[in-house]
């Protein structure tokens, strides 16, 4: 199963091209994308992290963690 990484839901549920768009531009995942588990994010000037608590960590481009 996958989940939507902006709002957490089943992305077999409902329509998910608005929190596509908002992930695709300036907005980190909140949801893991696995598991959909808040995670935990910190946004930078050089980009953000996300991290799972069961999955690891996830990052933009220029970031690593």
């Known amino acids: 199963m996958s989940y939507c ?3 957490g839901k089943d992305r077999a549920e409902g329509e998910h091209g608005q929190c596509d768009r908002r992930l695709n531009t300036i907005d980190p995942p909140r949801f893991c ?3 959909a588990r808040r995670m935990v994010v ?3 000037p050089a980009g953000w992290t996300a991290r799972c608590s069961r999955h690891g960590v996830f990052g933009s481009a220029g970031v690593t963690g």
């Open 42 to 44: 910190q946004v930078t």
């Open 33 to 35: 994308a696995e598991c």
């Open 5 to 7: 990484g902006w709002c």
